[in-house]
């Protein structure tokens, strides 16, 4: 099973990063899983803009995101709650990946995880991240973990100490490995990849 | 595979119930699975009420539907916008299935459908009726078939007469077929309901 | 000004009717308002069904309701998350009021608050049951309120005893209530009236 | 009353610019009210990254749309349908303009428009849009007008010829002015943008 994981969000030392990467962890320990780790700062791209489209082509580093994503089963992506909903980088990047034809994303699953310092932990966010990758055909695990007040449920090494959402992360991902390793594809991508290319 | 079928409206002659019967008829002629059909008419059950469900107990028509959901693979549910959002009658019935413990809907794949007489066919409605689903820990298809129109897309029979909707009916129940089928758990159902049940 | 206030939510003794009650509370002491209050227990209504509509006609209590709806200028409603949404409640008493004609809601004021024993305070469920208010024509103030820990923040005489939270739920009514009585409408309900009753 | 209009969309040319002009035609011609038109692409921002944010500081063109921002009493925002969400574009902007302290969104009034080639004219997108704008506190107008199929419903002189459309154009656009004219505010600008800068 290959997993790309990556944080909806630029900052060096994102608690999205860090959360992205206790994720990684529960995957080595418990599955015996490598993720394929992306930071998003090492692909910088412009935002979405049509006539960048169509007079320079979709930027190369799309294109090379393009491929890790088509190169894996699954995704692991920790996100931010920006203004209630969806971190604008995510949106930017699905927006740039939905004009790679044909979709990287379409029949992928995905997992979705948030940490934040509120009392919700950016739910709200999660919720309005579903729906983009629904809308390119992304199999979205309908569990997702909210970390809430990560200033205190990480410690100073950047590792997540708080054991209840520790319990949390490793049970999610128990059961998101679980379901996809029951996938057993035959017929589906060709379908699936028609369906997210129509109008 | 068992797929539990029936519409999120109650009205005799609903389009919701003509699309989930469409819906029904490509199951048996492209895949020869009998789906077994509900008409929430059957069911009557009242407005969700704590005070009801303390002293008198979840209602029967809620614990039978909660068997046969149970009892299914798979859901397709048609369902109607009512005010921009989920049909009230589907959001009750949620609302009253996820009182029964173990919940009936944690771990089930649910295709979603609709139709109506506006030009978009009830896909904003449809977009709202996934996230009480998700909640309750179901796989909601991401692709869905909002059939815009509806007085004409469906002939006097009751059977929907225009090509292009018959088309995309048939693609995503091949699809979604597809990916039930290649579906097969081991050690998920377990952990499923475990976060399921999770406040 | 009149305000019209109520809970989503039918069980007596709910967190969200002794919410409400605390913005009464803030409404007279802070602004001499008394607020119109009604129990949706004492307005018995079933599931919404066509049927009904078109066989026996709206029920009564609807028809009760909308003329407390349309007599105010404001609404203030505090309402339970039920599954990551709308309470049903609140659902099927808006999907019944949107066929009275004209419109009792269309062009209200409405302020939404929720409380729960969750750490987002169910904030997840206002963002979903803001929608079908707007769907109707309702202003729907963008602040809320959503009162964390429910089970602590409220004393055993049923009043929030939370500062924090109080403090919070004082500054929105003031917010709210200076919003409100800043609109003048000369042309306006109308214009609104037409434009909620297109399809 | 001074009114800022624009388009979420970058390109030259866009269905979306078009429709925002269209707006401002019926401004002028039916209110005799001149909007401050601003095109995004005179203010190029990077995807937002909080590195930059910290080291950098928040980009000139976002201090100068905040400003613009900051002097009109309500906005007018046509914007595209991408992925079933929000325009990247108008999210990355939203996400900046969220860093300026204090908020140049608060308490403004908004009214959103959109087109598109579907049938749906790019509604869902819209339900999208009012999230990010209302948790920055702006009071986004429940009525919205998505003009659907945009490519037959404007002229090759890139003006709305659709007279259903025009008409529903004008309707909004008297509705939404009468409503930004018949309030005064006397105390109320503190207190919302309190409400907004609180986390």
Redesign the interface.
Known sequence: MKILSFAG????G?ISKQLVQEAGRALLERHGIVADYADLKDYP???????IEQNIGIPDSILQLALRVRDANALIIASPE????????L??L??WL?RVKPSPLAGKFLLLLSAS?????G??GL??T??????????????MVAV?RAQTAFGQDGQLSDEKSQK?VN??I??FV??V????????PK??A???N??
Chains 1, 2, 3, 4 share one sequence.
Not at 117 to 121: E, L, M, R, T
Not at 136 to 142: A, E, I, N, S, T
């Open positions: 969000a630029l900052r060096a994102s791209f412009p935002v979405y803009d049509t006539d920006y203004n209630g909903g969806i971190s604008s980088v949106k930017t699905v927006d939905s310092p509120s009392g919700s932990g739910v709200l919720w309005h579903r729906v983009p990758f629904e809308a390119c055909g992304v199999h979205v695990f309908p569990h809430p949390k049970e999610i128990d059961a679980a379901h390793a029951a996938h057993h594809p035959i017929h589906l379908k699936e028609s369906l997210a129509q109008p």
